[in-house]
């Protein structure tokens, strides 16, 4: 059987263990995304987004939780997969983009030379070569002085200039998918405005897919095709966009929606 979406979880669970019992955090949920489609993940605090990304990362399994289900990316089945394998996937054919960016780059080298070696690690440029796109991709998510950009380490830069140097990243390897977890959440209105352009970019040029966490409904409306809301480890709701905000379905959804008004009032 072929799949028609770039990514599809059927019966996703996890559990953990908790002193002798096995409590669930995720309850079976399905998921999918057609290419070029932004999915839009929301739900309160704790109801599951994050464990959901790093489930379908296949990040849990070596942190003691129980894993269950199957994530397909493009037909091609990831749960069983050897971490080597897994790793290269990572990166090359999914990419994350996450509330702190500050966590995806180490420290002690400059933002320039981990580009690269991101760059030569899934292709076969030379260095020069890896440089070079680099630099022109850095300029092409709107980061005005490249050169500088490479020479600068993390901690010199903005969080919004690391968020779109992660997008460049995303950019010059054109994975299949984008994971991004709140990834404007801890920015400025301007910045998260950028950031928001180049994610629409890397759909609407390379037609990237893109898992989009937001706890802001705004957000959501503007990027999303379709929504998928969450509440304790559940998907209670799986709409599209204009659907979601027009006719919600779910009691949970309408509560969402009316503290998003509520909050617009009191602001
Ligand atoms: N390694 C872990 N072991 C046990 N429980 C965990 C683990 N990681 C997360 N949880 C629990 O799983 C639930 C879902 O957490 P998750 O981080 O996915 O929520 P979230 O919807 O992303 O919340 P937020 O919006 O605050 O980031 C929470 O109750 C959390 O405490």
Known sequence: MTSTHTLEVRGLQVRVN???????????????IEKGQVLG?????????????SAILQLLNRRGLEVEGSVRLNGRQ?????NREIRMIRGREIGTIMQNPMNAFTPVY???????????????????QARAQAAASLAEVGLSEPARVMKSYPHQLSGGMLQRVMIAISM?????LVIADEPTTALDSVNQLQVLRQ???LRTEYGTSILLVSHDLGVIARMADTVAVMKAGEIV???DV???FDRPQHDYTRMLLQARLRGRKDA
């Open 242 to 244: 204009h659907d979601l």
């Open 237 to 239: 709701e799986h709409a």
């Open 78 to 82: 990831l749960t069983k997969l050897p």
């Open 199 to 201: 994610l629409d970019k």
């Open 18 to 32: 908790d002193g002798g019992k096995s409590l669930p955090l995720l309850k079976a949920i399905d998921l999918t």
């Open 41 to 53: 993940l929301v739900g309160e605090s704790g109801s599951g987004k994050s464990i959901t990304c």
């Open 172 to 176: 010059c390897l054109q994975p299949a």
């Open 110 to 128: 400059t933002v320039g030379s981990q580009f690269v070696e991101t760059l030569r690690t899934h292709s076969k440029l030379s260095k020069m």
